[in-house]
Every structure is written in C-alpha cells, then in structure tokens.
C-alpha cells in the first residue's frame, strides 16, 4: 500500500513483524513504513504526524507511540530463543531424551521488557529526512479492537525548516489477499 503528495511518497505495510518478541502485535499494532521525499525540501519525521484512523470516523485517531514510550512485558514462547541465550547455548537441549525438548519448549515462557533493544532498533526515528533521501521502519500504534487492516494511516508532511504543514498522505490499511 502506497500514498504520495507534494513529491512524498510512502509505503506501508502491516502484518509484517518478524522480530523479537514474536508476540508484539499482542501489545502494538506494528507498521512497516517507508518515506521518500523528493518534495524539494527538508521534510520533518515526528511521531504527532503519523497516526491511524477510521476513515468513517475521524475522531477515532490512533497517534504513533514513540518506541520508547512502548512499556509492558512481553510474553515470549519458550520455542524461541532466550535473548541472554546464544547460538553457543543450542547445545543444551542435545541431552535430553527424544521429544522431551519439545514438551519442555512448549510449556515455558519467560517475560521480557517492552521495548525491546530490536523493537528500538528497527523503530523510524524521529527527525529530518533531507531532499532526495528515504527511511524505512517500524512505527508502533496503539492496539485497538478493530483490525488494523480497516483503518487508514495518515501522514502529516511537514517542512523542516519552517514547522509548516505542506501536505498529508492517506494510506488505506486493508490487506489485499
């Protein structure tokens, strides 16, 4: 799914984490972005500027929430690897008897921090985005009861230099199977 306006362009897509922890969308509502400007100027990446919406309902907006404000624990499937675990530390499971690792592998969970060092690491980052540049990442929304894909993300675009909105960009969220 892709919007452009006043030399813009972003892509988006949801459904698309595949990260640590596994479990985000339980917590966030994850969306994969890209944002080229050829708008001829300093375009200004903020969190207040990205934000979902019911396009049948604009008081029902979803603002961004920063990566860092992301709080909570993670519930985190004992089928994946423990974080202070390494591909050093695989070994351990080679000892048990047949079968007895998948039972142990599906019956433990550990929690983690949210957010994680993954989850900030591959976060857009707020801040400028110069002429002829682009960025890619994740921008983490609020969960809500509707699905995501029913929803339109909307971006603000606004002239770093001068804080002046130049325009905004609709994306329609649904998912085309």
Known sequence: MAGESAGVRVVARVRTWNGDPPTLSQYVVPIW??????????????YSGLYMEDPNDSQARLPAVPPGSVKGKATIPGSAVPPE?????????TWLEPGFDDHLASTIY????????EMLRRAIR????????????????PR?????AALTLRTELVDATNKQAFGRIDIPLAVKE
């Not at 707020?126 to 890619?136: D, P, Q």
């Not at 809500?144 to 995501?148: A, G």
């Open 144 to 148: 809500t009861k509707q699905d995501p």
């Open 110 to 117: 550990w929690q983690e921090d949210m957010p994680t060092r």
């Open 126 to 141: 707020e801040g400028v985005l110069a002429n002829g540049r682009k960025v890619a990442g994740f921008v983490y929304f």
């Open 85 to 93: 675990f390494g591909p050093e530390d695989l070994w351990m499971g």
């Open 33 to 46: 972005i890209q944002i080229e400007n050829r708008s001829g100027k300093a375009l200004w990446l903020g």
